[in-house]
């Protein structure tokens, strides 16, 4: 698949689990974004990623954990996290932080 | 505080008429604004960004800088128009990091 992949789909996790989502770009782009979107909020943008230094956090707290191992690869990883945790994880990627952003497909989190 | 606002969650029109999805943005700046569109299953996409000036699909948008607004509009709505809209904000040129509204509901109805 070209584009934004984002693993897996969907991921229901206890809270006492360690689980990771996996967001993968084929376009060549040096930015990359985790934005969370919660049922009746705003798509909120977490972290962001350019040439793979995180440079911007926006107070996710750190049961939220990003890995960005190369400018293709985007990890959040996730830990002891709580119900309201539960929502849809977007990735996006842009040429760099000031170009269209290109969104994935998301997965979709239930924390139980 | 940066923030956009859509202020309708749900918009239903009949094919054929008039549609104007309003958006108004907070920002100590100038940022740039797009639309963005997710059809059924698929993936958030770029509509629109008012610093190409563009109509796509038959939308356009106007960025008001007066009255902080970037309404998204369509002179005759189409059913495949039925779709989430979001309104976003960047404070950089070309967009990356977007501060992202609600989103409205259009319905089309035939």
């Known amino acids: 698949e070209t584009g934004v992949t984002q693993t897996p789909r969907h991921l229901v996790m206890g809270m006492t689990n360690k689980k990771s989502l996996k967001c993968e770009q084929h376009l060549g782009h040096n930015a990359m974004y985790w934005y969370k979107q919660s049922a009746k909020k705003p798509l909120e943008l977490m972290f962001v990623y350019n040439f793979k230094e995180q440079t911007e956090n926006n107070s996710v707290p750190s049961r939220f954990s990003p890995e960005c191992p190369n400018s293709s690869h985007l990890f959040l990883h996730l830990h002891t996290l709580q119900p309201e945790d539960s929502a849809l994880y977007l990735c996006?990627?842009?040429?760099?932080?000031?170009?269209?952003?290109?969104f994935g497909q998301g997965t979709r989190l239930t924390v139980v | 505080a940066q923030r956009v606002t859509q202020p309708e969650k749900l918009l239903s029109v009949f094919k054929g008429a008039p549609v104007e999805l309003k958006c108004n943005y907070s920002y100590s700046g100038s940022p740039e604004l797009f639309w963005y569109v997710q059809y059924s299953r698929q993936r958030l996409q770029l509509l629109l960004r008012?610093?190409s000036r563009e109509s796509i699909k038959g939308f356009t948008a106007d960025l008001n800088k007066g009255e902080t607004s970037f309404h998204l509009k369509k002179p005759f709505a189409q059913e495949e128009d039925s779709a989430m809209y979001y309104c976003?904000?960047?404070?950089?040129?070309?967009?990356?990091?977007?501060?992202f509204g609600q989103g409205t509901e259009l319905s089309v109805k035939p």
């Open positions: 996006a990627s842009s040429q760099e932080t000031g170009a269209e952003a290109f």
């Open positions: 008012h610093i």
């Open positions: 976003a904000l960047s404070p950089y040129v070309g967009g990356g990091k977007l501060i």
